[in-house]
């Protein structure tokens, strides 16, 4: 059978390195090694090579494969010293207290779905980028704009990814060859060296120099983990996303969950009130129960019954909002997903939470390194209190869709909590109301809590539909405010359709600086 290629991502760069890898013959997951390696230097506020990542990999006819590569607290971490203070550290090396997972991800996932390409073919382009520099977007100036006071003090942070101690502007230069020669390390020694090498070695060095409570033990015992995805039935077909400890199966439960509700939204109004107020009850779940899968007092699974669903859609009015808020989550994320010429199709996440993560710069490697500490707690009793060897809360989900007519569907965005909303809007659209995947994801969406370290938790809307929907959204309770049209608040999402005659499409959000590519259709 013949199957068209596809691959999709936020930054044009990251697309069409993927996109090069399919088209020389390359599987997905190689595609998305070299897609995730290029899109750590070219959107640093997103993601980096020191932070956390998710796959699943789907095969044609077999069992979705997830892998979890995401860092658990240093096994040296003292809870009780972080106790001093309200709240945990924002910046510094103290808050840098979760290993990074995402490069034993990739490691894993060319174990798996490999091919014949070295690591050198499928790191070079991104080795060259760091050394020969990247030219900074509007996305990348706004979060140097909104991290300078919290970040701009801290030297290393400030040489690489500052102006002279002023925010980068659009066209800027950024270079890191240090980054650069790590990447190259990595391509020839292989991606172990960065937990069991002399680059783990370095890393390890440089944290605990910045304060870091990360040791050469933290990295010597990380190992990405392979299991089984959450899953759920709907009227559509059978849905899939990533379990503990991340919020996946808060996605699947708002879909669940609009399933049952789909019959009442006639118009536009009734399809966005009834996803928020499925929304809400995911939520309400989603933060009572999702922690380190080690810690979980029942498997996520169980939440996704039909007891469960229905006693949620019982709890939702068609004409009136649930009083809100919540505390919600914010996040900073890419999403790619791809297709290969085997019918193999990937979807793919990578994050270091806030924009610039901890802000802590290694001098050694270049690497930037995460602030997933912020998802705990230092509530002792909270089910997501920091512990040593504990893995933190993650809003990060990469969802993939097997549906009844035989089509299937990976898809994806960053933005925190807004991931699991965005990724209902698009599935919605396209698979409930008919329109297009491109207009899936461009046309106005909405928001409900925080993203991006924001402090608002009322529902947002895009301007174009604050302008039709606000009043009547308020007469039915709720609190609405309005966002310019396609606000980077909103996600940068995407979506990769294979149909059962082995043609793709694929889109990408104009939010972003992303795009897509189809590639030849190959014959198998």
């Not at 020694?189 to 870091?212: E, M, V």
């Not at 505390?327 to 806030?354: N, R």
């Not at 529902?459 to 606000?470: D, K, S, V």
Request: proline fraction near 5%; include cysteine; hydrophobic fraction near 40%.
């Amino acid at each position: 059978m013949s199957f068209q290629t596809a691959f999709t991502a936020p930054h044009a760069k990251a697309a069409e390195v993927g996109q090069s890898i399919l088209d020389a013959g390359g599987t997905a997951s190689e595609a998305m090694v070299a897609a995730a390696a290029m899109v750590a230097v070219q959107y640093p506020h997103m993601n980096s090579i020191g932070g956390d990542g998710f796959w699943l990999i789907c095969k044609k006819g077999e069992a979705p494969i997830a892998i979890d590569a995401c860092g658990a607290a240093s096994l040296s971490v003292d809870p009780e010293a972080y106790r001093i203070e309200p709240l945990l550290p924002e910046s510094g090396g103290a808050s840098a207290i979760t290993m990074a997972g995402t490069v034993s991800g990739w490691d894993r996932a060319l174990q798996i779905n490999g091919g014949e390409y070295a690591l050198e073919r499928l790191l070079t382009p991104a080795i060259n980028a760091a050394n020969n520099g990247i030219s900074v977007t509007q996305s990348l100036v706004n979060a140097s704009e909104k991290t300078l006071q919290r970040l701009g003090s801290a030297a290393e942070f400030a040489k690489l990814y500052l102006n002279n101690g002023e925010p980068l502007k659009v066209a800027d230069t950024v270079k890191n060859p240090a980054l650069a020669s790590t990447l190259e390390q990595l391509a020839k020694n292989g991606l172990d060296d960065f937990y069991r090498g002399d680059i783990a070695r370095s890393i390890a060095s440089d944290l605990q120099k910045s304060g870091s409570p990360l040791s050469i033990e933290d990295f010597h015992q990380h190992q990405a983990k392979v299991l089984p995805p959450l899953s759920v039935e709907i009227s559509k077909g059978k849905l899939f996303n990533f379990g503990a400890p991340t919020q996946g199966v808060a996605s699947l439960l708002i879909l669940a969950i609009y399933d049952k509700l789909v019959g009442q939204a006639q118009q536009e109004i009734e399809h966005m009130h009834l996803l928020v107020e499925a929304t809400k009850q995911a939520f309400i779940i989603r933060d009572r129960v999702v922690t380190d899968e080690a810690y979980l007092q029942q498997p996520l699974q169980s939440w996704l019954t039909d007891e469960v669903i229905e006693e949620c859609v019982s709890n939702i009015s068609a004409t009136q909002a649930q009083p809100w808020p919540h505390v919600a989550k914010p996040g900073d994320t890419i999403w790619m997903g791809a297709t290969d010429q085997y019918g193999t199709m990937v979807s793919f996440i990578q994050s270091i939470y806030w924009e610039f993560g901890s802000g802590v710069v290694l001098p050694e490697t270049g690497i930037l390194w995460n602030i997933r500490s912020q998802s705990f707690s230092l509530d002792p009793s909270h089910h997501n209190a920091l512990q040593p060897g504990k893995k933190p809360f993650h809003t990060l989900n990469p969802a993939y869709v097997e549906l009844n007519d035989g089509r299937r569907m990976v898809y994806g965005t960053m933005g925190g909590e807004g991931q699991p909303q965005t990724q209902a809007c698009l599935f919605s659209r396209y698979l409930y109301q008919g329109k297009t995947l491109a207009q899936s994801v461009a046309e106005p969406r909405w928001l409900l809590g925080r993203t991006w370290g924001d402090s608002a938790n009322n529902l947002r809307l895009e301007q174009a539909l604050y302008q039709e929907y606000a009043a009547d959204l308020t007469l039915m309770g709720h609190d609405v405010t309005a966002v310019a049209d396609h606000n980077e608040l909103m996600g940068h999402a995407g979506a990769v359709v294979l149909n059962p005659q082995g043609d793709a499409s694929a889109t990408s959000d104009p939010r972003s600086d992303g795009t897509y590519f189809l590639g030849e259709t190959h014959d198998q």
